[in-house]
C-alpha cells in the first residue's frame, strides 16, 4: 500500500496530510473520530469548529454564503504550530503510522454568524502498535514528551487516556494519547495536540 499526502489550502492556511492510500476517503471524519474524545470541552470545541468549517466550505462552493472576512493572524509566523509539530516525533520508530496531519487554525464557527473566529492549531497521527506492547508505546511517548517540554497530567497509566501540557506562545498547549489497553489488535492509537489560536479563539 502506498503512501499518499495532500495538501489543503483553505482560508490561506495550508494543511499537511499523510496517509496510506486506502485510508483516505476515511480522512475527512478524522477530526470528528478518536480527536473528539475527551477531554470534552476542547473536543466539543473541536468538533463544532470542524463541522462549521466543513459547511463553511460546502457553502461557499454553491454560492450561497455570507462568511465575514478573518480578523487578525491567528498563527504569526508560524510559531505556534511549530511548537505544536515535534510531539509528532514522540511516536515511537517502530510503530506503523496510518494517518497523519498538520492543520494551521481555521475561520469557523459554532452554528451562530457572531461566533465566528479560529478554531485550534492542531497535529496529529494515528498508529498501530508494530512490534511493542501497549505499554512500551506509552512508556516510549512519555519519555518523549517529557524531553520535548511537556508536563505528564497524571492519571492511572494502565488505562488512559494519557494527557499533557505546556504552554506554547503564551497559549496553554494540550496533549492527549487515546487507544492501547481496551482495544484489539493491532491496538489502534491515536495522538493529538491542540492550541488556541493567538487572536480571537472560538468559544463554544
Known amino acids: 500500500m502506498r503512501a ?14 499523510t496517509t496510506d492510500e486506502a485510508e483516505i476517503p476515511a480522512k475527512m471524519h478524522a477530526p470528528l473520530t478518536a480527536a473528539m474524545m475527551p477531554r470534552t470541552g476542547r473536543r466539543r470545541v473541536k468538533l463544532a469548529a470542524w463541522i462549521a468549517v466543513v459547511a463553511g466550505v460546502v457553502a461557499t462552493l ?17 510559531h505556534i504550530l ?9 511516536v515511537p520508530h517502530e510503530a ?23 478554531n485550534q492549531a492542531t497535529v ?8 511493542s506492547s501497549w505499554k512500551q508505546i506509552v512508556a516510549s ?11 505528564y497530567d497524571g492519571g492511572p497509566v494502565e488505562k488512559g487516556p494519557w494527557t499533557w501540557h505546556r504552554e506554547i506562545e503564551g497559549k496553554t498547549a494540550a496533549a492527549m494519547l487515546l487507544g492501547g489497553p481496551g482495544t484489539l489488535p493491532p491496538y489502534p492509537w491515536d495522538f493529538q495536540a491542540d492550541a488556541d489560536a493567538a487572536v480571537r479563539p472560538i468559544q463554544c
Not at 496529529?124 to 512490534?131: K, L, P, R, S, Y
Open 4 to 17: 499518499v499526502s495532500l495538501r489543503i489550502r483553505e482560508y490561506g492556511a495550508v494543511t499537511d496530510l
Open 62 to 78: 454553491c454560492g450561497c454564503s455570507d462568511i465575514p472576512s478573518p480578523v487578525g493572524q491567528p498563527d504569526p509566523g508560524g
Open 82 to 90: 511549530a511548537g505544536l509539530t515535534p510531539v509528532l516525533s514522540a
Open 96 to 118: 506503523r503510522v496510518v494517518r497523519k496531519y498538520v492543520v494551521e487554525p481555521q475561520w469557523a464557527n459554532c452554528g451562530t454568524k457572531s461566533s465566528w473566529a479560529w
Open 124 to 131: 496529529d497521527v494515528a498508529f498501530n502498535n508494530g512490534t
Open 141 to 151: 511517548i512519555r519519555t518523549g514528551m517529557t524531553r520535548l517540554g511537556w508536563t
